[in-house]
């Protein structure tokens, strides 16, 4: 198991543009997540899959932001109409459990760096 | 909601020091809680968590943490620093309360730096 796997792990684009992020979570995990780190911030809440359901969206998530899990594996989420206050580390999570079963671990990938110009 | 703080965004020991990060929660039920550690250009890695057992939680790399519900507070300890310790430390919280909401919150982070 190599963990979980983000790509790419840098882009720049220009105002405007549309981005997509791809997260492949630990094989065995049900759960995935997807947290923003801005520069000296912790990480905040987007949203979160439980196998391929959207269970909870964060209100950061505006209708500019769009994530996926159409298998229950992997995981994309894309920024349509990128603006400069999107650049941020993406972050993805997963882990394995049942809604509120109890203290959930998450296993972090190295996240993906957005730049926009 | 949910809230943590973490006191202190940069925090400078000697190798061999005691390191204290701080971290202090808002809840009205004891929530879940977690310290997570960033090396740079790494993802996140959990240090150690309390789930109610015992409130002394021991962690990876000699890392403890002291849950103490009538300061409610969560601070980060170990005895004796190692330059490889130096990074970015998050405190994080989740509602157990809720029952549903499988958020962590985080706070800022502290960074650590190791003078030799």
């Known amino acids: 198991d190599t963990g979980v796997s983000q790509d790419p792990r840098h882009k720049i684009t220009k105002r405007g543009q549309n981005v997509t992020f791809r997260c492949d979570p630990i094989s065995e995990h049900n759960r995935l997540y997807w947290y923003r780190q801005t520069l000296g911030q912790g990480p905040e809440f987007l949203t979160y899959?439980?196998?391929?359901?959207?269970?909870?969206k964060s209100r950061l998530l505006s209708d500019r932001f769009s994530a996926e899990r159409p298998k229950g594996s992997f995981s994309t989420l894309e920024i349509q109409r990128t603006e400069q206050g999107d650049s941020a580390m993406y972050l993805c999570a997963s882990s394995f459990g049942d809604r509120g079963a109890g203290a959930n671990v998450l296993t972090f990938g190295a996240g993906s760096r957005l730049t926009v110009l | 909601a949910q809230s943590v703080t973490q006191l202190g965004s940069h925090v400078s020991v000697s190798e061999g020091a005691l390191v204290l990060l701080r971290c202090n929660y808002s809840s009205s039920v004891p929530p879940y809680l977690f310290w997570y550690v960033q090396y740079p250009n790494q993802g996140l890695q959990l240090l150690l968590k309390?789930?109610?057992?015992?409130?002394l939680v021991k962690g990876i790399n000699g890392f403890e943490a002291e849950f103490k519900k009538s300061e409610t507070s969560f601070h980060l300890t170990k005895p004796s620093a190692h330059m490889s310790d130096a990074a970015e430390y998050f405190c994080a919280v989740s509602d157990r309360a809720q029952g549903g909401s499988e958020k962590l919150v985080f706070g800022k982070g502290t960074k650590l730096t190791v003078n030799p």
């Open positions: 899959f439980q196998n391929e359901a959207q269970l909870e």
């Open positions: 309390y789930t109610s057992a015992a409130t």
